[in-house]
């Protein structure tokens, strides 16, 4: 049996409750860029994705799921992770990470791979995952790249900062051979 849990994190559905947390996530502007994100989102849109979450990821081709950090009995949304282009013909999905600030540096991020992955092989039966990640992003190149995955081309002048252009790493994950 896949657990979406360890001693320090769980991974679980969103929940009514978790829109004001993602509406601060979502109109954060220092994240834009590594969402490819443009324009702010209403709480009305996150209510209505919230609503709709449960669909299954065979219909929606995605999954967000809750990082909640454990912490004296209870639990405290620290991040979201995101399954997307899922292709299950091809067995390959994307990943994304976000960890709110407050949270950084805990090790969060990298058992929230650790349990994605897990999933991702064991319970969706992908063959490769992949993520997207800028090339000056190092602290996203250490965490996928401690976890296995492997760059495999690089995007050039791929997202545009202002008025420059910023190089993107296309990184993957093969799943091992048994």
């Known amino acids: 049996m896949i657990t979406l849990e360890n001693n320090n ?16 996530w979502e109109n954060d502007q220092s994240m834009w860029e590594l969402s490819n994100t443009i324009a702010p989102f209403s709480k009305h849109l996150l ?20 990082i909640d950090y ?13 399954i997307f282009d899922f ?12 960890i709110d600030e407050k949270f950084r540096q805990r090790g969060i991020a ?3 791979i650790e349990l994605i992955i897990s999933y991702c092989f064991n319970t ?17 190149l ?10 495999s081309g690089n995007k050039k002048e791929w997202i545009k900062s202002g008025k420059s252009w910023k190089d993107e790493f296309f990184l993957q994950l093969l799943k091992a051979n048994e």
């Open 47 to 66: 209510e209505e994705y919230i609503k709709h979450s449960h669909l299954d990821i065979y219909q929606t081709r995605q999954l967000r799921l809750m």
């Open 9 to 24: 994190i769980k991974l679980r559905a969103l929940e009514p409750t978790d829109v004001d947390i993602l509406f601060k």
């Open 87 to 98: 292709d299950p013909f091809h067995q390959r999905a994307g990943l994304g990470i976000l």
């Open 142 to 151: 250490q965490l996928f790249t401690k976890h296995g995955f492997e760059m």
């Open 110 to 112: 990298s058992l929230s």
């Open 124 to 140: 969706l039966g992908l063959h490769q995952l992949y993520c997207n990640i800028t090339a000056d992003n190092k602290k996203s």
């Open 70 to 82: 454990k912490s004296d009995g209870s639990q405290i949304p620290a991040g979201a992770i995101d």
